[in-house]
């Protein structure tokens, strides 16, 4: 299909903007630092297994965090195992799981302990409205449990508690059972469920303690707190506002056009983070807030996605490169756990960068495409490099955290019609 493209296309220049930065210098002393505080010799016997869940998300340096804290649980004379605890990530099958954690750094050999994948799950509860409590048997049969998760605001919903600690007790160790369950039951009453849920897993099972992490604003750890099970729910809280505090964003609003170069499982769990982006739609809430794109031209799967494309359909146009990328059983399977079959919808697509541009231009209600607002990202993870048109100068200038770091200069494109890489250099 051929569209008419545009004569002339905006200046732009790369821009860098001052994000939080607070980063740990030492890794593996904040981790050990931090579980010292469990009295973990009180709460346990020596020879007791541990299940240690650990979720689908690519958390920087995760293996890591994750290796140091098996440590810690062998110093202590205890059996630990890694659960795989995502839902349905990884196509719902424990191959599939396994193979997400492999990509993350996680296998039997790096981590010196086994990994158990199963996907066998129990009841173990039910609230007052009906929702049955489902929980990984391979979890329930081991002596203690221990999730690490990050906690940020979640892509689908706002609450007290969102991504975090108790949800990946809730869903992620529910499997793909419990996950549906869990995603089917709050559309007629809310997330909120989450903390009624985590209280009757505390109660239930033999959870030891949980490991929060927080990122600043580049995306890096910045606090690892071990919260035993008393404080869990309410310390949980609390550092949700912390890490909603130090997550970047897109610095300017009412964009025409927002461009994202990869989109995957590994970068959100939508792909590209509404957080960010402004744009959500979903059974459960639809939101447009800041930076109000009226276009969404998202260019590459990212290879860490495992084929995974949930969230594409928050796009207005993507590539056929995205779109053969796709494994529809994967995306498919996601989109139907999470309750959101729209997200999976596959947005027009075009051969090359430059015809899915002018795409968006000619539905933009545009007057000239140098009087364009638009910005360009690497991801929804990394906020600190953005290409922007020209016609953003003057806020540019007038914000004392951006500062224009290369000339304006006419967007152009390759000899195949797609936009050059700029994001390597700056990072």
Same mark, same amino acid.
Request: hydrophobic share 40%; proline share 5%.
């Given at each position: 299909?051929?569209i008419i493209?545009?004569?002339? $296309?905006?200046?732009?220049?790369?821009?860098?903007q001052?994000l939080?930065?607070?980063?740990?210098?030492d890794?593996?002393?904040?981790?050990?630092?931090?579980?010292s505080?469990i009295?973990?010799l009180n709460?346990t016997k020596p020879g007791d297994?541990?299940?240690?869940a650990?979720?689908s998300?690519g958390?920087r340096h995760i &293996?890591?965090?994750l290796?140091?804290c098996?440590?810690?649980l062998?110093?202590?004379?205890?059996?630990?195992f890694?659960v795989p605890?995502?839902?349905?990530?990884?196509?719902a099958?424990?191959?599939?799981?396994?193979?997400?954690?492999?990509?993350l750094?996680i296998?039997e050999?790096a981590m010196?302990?086994?990994v158990?994948?199963d996907?066998?799950v129990a009841?173990?509860?039910?609230?007052?409205?009906g929702?049955k409590i489902y929980?990984s048997?391979?979890a329930?049969?081991?002596?203690?449990i221990?999730?690490i998760?990050?906690?940020k605001?979640h892509?689908k919903?706002k609450?007290?508690l969102?991504?975090g600690?108790?949800?990946?007790?809730?869903?992620g160790l529910g499997?793909a059972k419990?996950a549906a369950e869990?995603?089917?039951y709050a559309v007629r009453?809310?997330?909120q469920?989450?903390?009624?849920?985590?209280?009757v897993?505390?109660?239930?099972?033999g959870?030891?303690?949980g490991?929060a992490?927080?990122? &600043?604003?580049?995306g890096?750890l910045?606090h690892?707190?071990a919260?035993p099970?008393?404080?869990?729910v309410a310390?949980?809280?609390?550092?949700?506002k912390?890490?909603?505090a130090?997550?970047?964003?897109?610095p300017?609003?009412?964009?025409?056009?927002?461009i994202?170069?990869l989109?995957g499982?590994?970068?959100s769990?939508i792909?590209?983070d509404p957080n960010?982006?402004g744009?959500h739609?979903?059974?459960?809430g639809d939101f447009n807030k800041?930076p109000?794109?009226k276009r969404?031209?998202?260019?590459?799967?990212s290879?860490?996605?495992?084929?995974?494309?949930?969230g594409i359909?928050l796009a207005?146009v993507?590539?056929?490169r995205?779109?053969?990328?796709l494994?529809?059983?994967k995306?498919?399977?996601?989109?139907?756990t999470a309750v959101?079959?729209e997200?999976?919808?596959?947005?027009?697509?075009f051969g090359d960068?430059r015809t899915?541009?002018?795409?968006?231009?000619?539905?933009?209600?545009?007057?000239?495409?140098e009087?364009?607002?638009?910005?360009?990202?690497?991801?929804?993870?990394?906020?600190e $490099?953005?290409?922007?048109?020209?016609?953003l100068?003057?806020?540019?200038?007038s914000t004392?955290?951006l500062?224009?770091?290369?000339?304006w200069v006419?967007?152009g494109?390759?000899a195949?019609?797609?936009?050059?890489n700029?994001?390597?250099a700056g990072?």
């Amino acid at each position: 299909m051929n569209i008419i493209p545009f004569n002339i $296309y905006p200046e732009v220049a790369l821009i860098q903007q001052r994000l939080e930065a607070s980063g740990l210098e030492d890794l593996p002393k904040a981790v050990m630092d931090s579980l010292s505080v469990i009295p973990v010799l009180n709460m346990t016997k020596p020879g007791d297994t541990v299940a240690v869940a650990v979720g689908s998300r690519g958390i920087r340096h995760i &293996d890591t965090v994750l290796s140091h804290c098996l440590q810690f649980l062998k110093n202590n004379k205890l059996k630990p195992f890694i659960v795989p605890a995502m839902g349905s990530h990884g196509g719902a099958t424990p191959d599939g799981q396994t193979s997400v954690l492999e990509k993350l750094g996680i296998t039997e050999s790096a981590m010196g302990v086994p990994v158990l994948p199963d996907m066998d799950v129990a009841c173990i509860g039910e609230l007052s409205g009906g929702l049955k409590i489902y929980f990984s048997k391979l979890a329930l049969d081991a002596d203690h449990i221990v999730v690490i998760n990050r906690v940020k605001p979640h892509t689908k919903f706002k609450a007290e508690l969102e991504s975090g600690l108790c949800k990946m007790l809730a869903i992620g160790l529910g499997k793909a059972k419990g996950a549906a369950e869990f995603h089917q039951y709050a559309v007629r009453h809310s997330f909120q469920i989450i903390e009624p849920a985590a209280d009757v897993i505390l109660k239930e099972t033999g959870f030891l303690f949980g490991l929060a992490l927080l990122e &600043d604003g580049h995306g890096e750890l910045a606090h690892i707190e071990a919260v035993p099970p008393p404080m869990l729910v309410a310390r949980e809280k609390e550092l949700l506002k912390k890490a909603a505090a130090m997550m970047g964003r897109i610095p300017f609003d009412s964009l025409d056009l927002l461009i994202v170069d990869l989109f995957g499982k590994d970068i959100s769990g939508i792909g590209m983070d509404p957080n960010i982006t402004g744009r959500h739609r979903d059974i459960v809430g639809d939101f447009n807030k800041s930076p109000h794109a009226k276009r969404i031209f998202v260019r590459d799967l990212s290879p860490g996605s495992g084929g995974n494309g949930n969230g594409i359909g928050l796009a207005d146009v993507t590539t056929h490169r995205l779109v053969h990328a796709l494994d529809l059983e994967k995306t498919y399977i996601n989109a139907i756990t999470a309750v959101s079959p729209e997200k999976a919808s596959i947005p027009m697509h075009f051969g090359d960068d430059r015809t899915c541009i002018d795409a968006c231009f000619r539905t933009i209600g545009l007057d000239s495409p140098e009087n364009v607002r638009m910005v360009r990202i690497k991801d929804t993870m990394n906020l600190e $490099y953005l290409q922007v048109s020209r016609a953003l100068e003057k806020e540019i200038l007038s914000t004392g955290s951006l500062k224009q770091i290369t000339p304006w200069v006419r967007l152009g494109f390759n000899a195949q019609g797609n936009l050059e890489n700029v994001f390597t250099a700056g990072e």
